[in-house]
Every structure is written in structure tokens, then in C-alpha cells.
């Protein structure tokens, strides 16, 4: 049985876009092989490990387990939309600066959740950054230096 495309219009990374998508397919689908963002990592496939976090009007989401078509209208931002003039972010040059990297595999992740966070401008404890970050999972780093990252920038941005 074949099943009909559906038309999904939306704004991806301040790009409209418009793609026939299977109605059964991920945003997390549709954003690596439809348009070649390849920041957005297939890990987990269920929701549990953050390496496909993208940005959807404001608020973070796991697109493995988010459909393509209840992008509908929306905006979606994904890392690729986070540089300005080939430019890393504050966020980005402070993973780097703080040993937040190791492999890599779930940098995109973390940093999409960091910027939701320091979108909104407050100043969070330690405690509440881990919990606030708690939708990203990493093998490698031990998630101190992921924490001290966005501390650093918190605390920057507080200051200006």
C-alpha cells in the first residue's frame, strides 16, 4: 500500500522550506536526508538521548520522535542556523574553550539546549543547568566541562 506525501511548509534555520514528506517520517528524517543538515544526529531513535535536539518555535525537541508533518508552519532551528558570517556562537567557542568536547557525537544537542537557556536570560545554579540540560546524554565528557560551558556564558551575558 503506498501511502500519500504530504506537503510540509515551514521555516528551518530563517529559510521557508517546502518538502512532500511521508507522513510517517521524523523531523529528524527530514532534516538530514531532505535537507542535509547533518548537525541533527540519529542516536537513540526514542527520545532518550538528546543528540537530535533542535530548536522548534522557542523550545527544544527531540525530532527522532517528532513527525515531519507537525512541523507544519513552524520554525526550526538546528546548529547550521546558530553561525552568524561563518562565525561560531559565544556557546560554541566556550564548549571549545572549556574541554565540553570529546567525540562530538552529542555537541549539537547540548548546545541547541544551552542556547533555549540562555535565550531566556537568567542566571541558573549548577544544579539547575544539570537538570535543565538532563534531556542530553553523553558517553565521553563526564558533562562537568558541558556544565562549566554554559555556567561561563551564563555568567558573561549577565554581566553585559
Request: charged share 25%.
Amino acid at each position: 500500500m503506498k501511502r500519500e506525501k504530504v506537503l510540509v511548509q515551514c521555516t528551518v534555520n530563517g529559510k521557508e522550506i517546502a518538502e512532500y514528506v511521508d507522513p510517517r517520517e521524523s523531523l529528524l528524517e527530514m532534516l538530514r536526508n531532505r535537507l542535509g543538515l547533518t548537525s541533527v544526529k540519529k542516536g537513540c531513535e526514542v527520545g532518550e538521548c538528546g543528540a537530535c535536539t533542535v530548536i522548534v518555535d522557542g523550545e527544544t525537541i527531540d525530532s527522532c520522535i517528532y513527525l515531519a508533518v507537525w512541523a507544519q508552519g513552524k520554525h526550526i532551528r538546528t546548529l547550521e542556523g546558530l553561525e552568524k558570517n561563518g562565525e561560531l556562537t559565544r556557546i560554541q567557542e566556550a564548549f571549545i574553550e572549556e574541554g565540553a568536547v570529546q567525540c562530538g557525537f552529542c555537541t549539537p544537542g547540548f548546545i541547541m539546549s544551552a542556547v533555549v537557556l540562555l535565550e531566556k536570560g537568567e542566571v541558573l545554579t549548577r544544579e539547575i543547568i544539570k537538570k535543565q540540560m538532563s534531556g542530553n546524554l553523553c558517553r565521553c565528557t563526564g558533562y562537568q566541562n558541558i556544565i562549566n560551558a554554559v555556567e561561563k556564558v551564563m555568567k558573561e551575558n549577565q554581566r553585559s
